[in-house]
C-alpha cells in the first residue's frame, strides 16, 4: 500500500560497508554465476560494480558495463516474467465477477496475450518459445510454458542460490538483520500501515520485532537475496501469514518519488453518514492503477481495513466539530499562529504529510479521509 522512497531509505556509509561484507562474503565462496549464457567468475562478480549492484539495486541498474547491465536486466525479466504470470494465474482470474460464457473467456485470453506481449522481446524466453502463438490460445498451453519457463529458471539458479545464501551471511554478520532494519527507518509495516515493527535498543544492541520480507522471494529469485531494496520491513502478519513466498502483484514497494494517490473512499448513504454513524457510510478501498487494485486484492485490505469504521467514525466527527473556527480560538488562546500540519496532527494524530505513513499507523485511511 505503501512506496518507500529510495532517497529516504539507508544512508551512504550503511550501504558503502554492507556492500563490502556482501563482496568478502561472495568472494570468500568462490563460486561463479552461469544463467543460460551469461557466465561470471568469482574474480568478476566480487570485483566491483556487480556486486555493489545486487547488494544494493539490481532492478534499477543505472551506469553498469555492458556486460552487467544485461545480464542484470535478463534477470530482472526472467523474474518478472514469473511475478505476472504468477499473479494471472492466482489472482487474476479472481477479478472476474462471471466466472463463465465468452466474455470470461475473453478476459483470460487478453490477460495471457498482454503477458506474453511484455516479454516477447527477452532475447531468453524468445529462445524458449515465447513467439509460439499456441501458448495464449488456452489455459493448459499457457500453464505447461509458465511452468517450463520456472523450471529453466530454476535449474539456472542453482549456483546463484549458493553464492547468494541469505540465511549464512546473515549468520556470519553480528547483528546484521537488525541493523538493516534499524537503516531502514520505516516503523510502521509498509503492507498493511497499520502495525508498528518496532526497533529498539537493549543492553546496548539494536533489537526489533519487525521482519524482513523480501519483496522478491529468496527461494525463488536467489541473485536478490542479499540486495537492500529487496529488503521490505513488515509486520508478521502481513509477511508469515500473508505474503509468505507467493509472487507479488507489484513490481516493487522502493520508488524514487512515490506518488501519493488516493485508496481510501468513504461512501455516505444518507446525512448521518456525514456525523460519523457506521451504519450510514461504507469505507471502500478504490486504488486507480491495477497493481494497487491486485495488492489490496493480495492483502485482503477491504476485509481488514472493515475494523477500523470505529476510527473513521471518530475521524468524521472531529473533522465537524474542529474546524476551522475551533483553530483560531486555539490560536488566540496561544497567541500564536499553528500550522495546518500542527493543527492535524494535533486533532486528528496525522500530519497530511507524505511522511506519515513511514512512522504513524492508519495514517493513510486518516490522509486520504481528511483530504476528501
Ligand atoms: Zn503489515
Redesign the pocket.
Known amino acids: 500500500m505503501i512506496k518507500l522512497p529510495k532517497d529516504k531509505i539507508f544512508n551512504n556509509e550503511f550501504i558503502t560497508t554492507y556492500q563490502q561484507n556482501v563482496k568478502d562474503f561472495v568472494f570468500h565462496k568462490r563460486g561463479g554465476i552461469n544463467f543460460f549464457h551469461h557466465s561470471f567468475s568469482a574474480d568478476e562478480i566480487s570485483s566491483g560494480e556487480l556486486i555493489n549492484c545486487i547488494s544494493m539495486d539490481p532492478f534499477s541498474r543505472d551506469g553498469l558495463n555492458s556486460k552487467n547491465e544485461y545480464f542484470l536486466k535478463d534477470y530482472y525479466e526472467f523474474s518478472n516474467f514469473l511475478l505476472y504470470s504468477n499473479h494471472y494465474l492466482n489472482i487474476i482470474k479472481t477479478q472476474f465477477t462471471i466466472k463463465k460464457g465468452s466474455n470470461y473467456k475473453k478476459n483470460l485470453m487478453n490477460e495471457r496475450v498482454f503477458i506474453i506481449n511484455k516479454f516477447r522481446r527477452n532475447d531468453i524466453l524468445k529462445h524458449l518459445g515465447i513467439d509460439n502463438p499456441s501458448i495464449t490460445k488456452n489455459e493448459k498451453n499457457y500453464l505447461e510454458f509458465h511452468n517450463k519457463i520456472k523450471g529453466e529458471f530454476k535449474r539456472n539458479n542453482a549456483n546463484i542460490a549458493k553464492l547468494f545464501d541469505y540465511n549464512d551471511f546473515m549468520r556470519s554478520q553480528d547483528n546484521i538483520r537488525n541493523n538493516i532494519l534499524e537503516n531502514i527507518k520505516v516503523i510502521i509495516?509498509p503492507?498493511?500501515n497499520?502495525?508498528y515493527i518496532d526497533i529498539y535498543s537493549y543492553e546496548g544492541k539494536v533489537k526489533s520485532i519487525a521482519q524482513i520480507d523480501h519483496f522478491f522471494p529468496k527461494s525463488i529469485f536467489p541473485l536478490y537475496s542479499l540486495s537492500l531494496l529487496n529488503f521490505v520491513p513488515?509486520?508478521s502478519?502481513?509477511n508469515c501469514i500473508i505474503k509468505k513466498d507467493k509472487l507479488f502483484p507489484w513490481v516493487s514497494v522502493y520508488a524514487n518519488n512515490p506518488l501519493d494517490e488516493k485508496y481510501f473512499y468513504v461512501n455516505y448513504h444518507n446525512v448521518n453518514g456525514l456525523y460519523g454513524d457506521t451504519n450510514s457510510f461504507n469505507l471502500r478501498i478504490s486504488p486507480q492503477k491495477k497493481e494497487d487494485i491486485n495488492n489490496s486484492i493480495f492483502f485482503r485490505h477491504q476485509e481488514i481495513y472493515e475494523n477500523h469504521k470505529d476510527e473513521v467514525s471518530v475521524l468524521l466527527k472531529k473533522r465537524l466539530i474542529f474546524n476551522e473556527g475551533y483553530k483560531n480560538s486555539i490560536e488566540q488562546l496561544l497567541s500564536n499562529k499553528i500550522t495546518e500540519h500542527e493543527f492535524k496532527f494535533m486533532i486528528f494524530g496525522v500530519t497530511g504529510n507524505d511522511s506519515d505513513y513511514l512512522t504513524i499507523p492508519l495514517s493513510k485511511l486518516k490522509n486520504d479521509i481528511l483530504k476528501s
Do not use: A, E, G, L
Open positions: 509495516c503492507y498493511c497499520r502495525q513488515s509486520c502478519h502481513c
